[in-house]
Nanobody
Framework: QVQVLESGGGLVQAGGSLRLSCAVS????????MRWYRQPAGKQRELVAGITSSGTTNYSDSVKGRFTISRDNLKNTVTLQMNSLKPEDTAVYYC???????????????WGQGTQVTVSS
């Protein structure tokens, strides 16, 4: 069994900061790419940022320069530092991880349940 658990969401004023964390636990052999997605109410889920096991990162244009993704490969965690938050960043934020649970597995993507981030104007 694999669990993906996000934490750190909440309510913040525009211009403020929040730090999201995601912990992956269970019977894991290797974790490849980890990502943060978000889904505003009534809209489609979108990629926010991703990070490979070697530390290569990518960001959506809407968050570039404001958000920073990082990971701890020993703890199987990924974090998203969000600065200069805007009301349009309001969404449910989801973490996912591409991983294997045995030496013979193909990569499988596991998702967390999400954490709400609300930015007031």
């Amino acid at each position: 069994q694999v669990q993906v658990l996000e934490s750190g969401g909440g309510l913040v004023q525009a211009g403020g900061s929040l730090r999201l964390s995601c912990a992956v636990s269970g019977s894991i052999v290797t974790i490849k790419t980890m990502r943060w997605y978000r889904q505003p109410a009534g809209k489609q889920r979108e990629l926010v940022a991703g990070i490979t096991s070697s530390g290569t990162t990518n960001y959506s244009d809407s968050v570039k320069g404001r958000f920073t993704i990082s990971r701890d490969n020993l703890k199987n965690t990924v974090t998203l530092q969000m600065n200069s938050l805007k009301p349009e960043d309001t969404a449910v934020y989801y973490c996912n991880a591409d991983l294997t649970t045995t030496d013979w597995d193909t990569l499988t993507r596991y998702w967390g349940q999400g954490t709400q981030v609300t930015v007031s104007s």
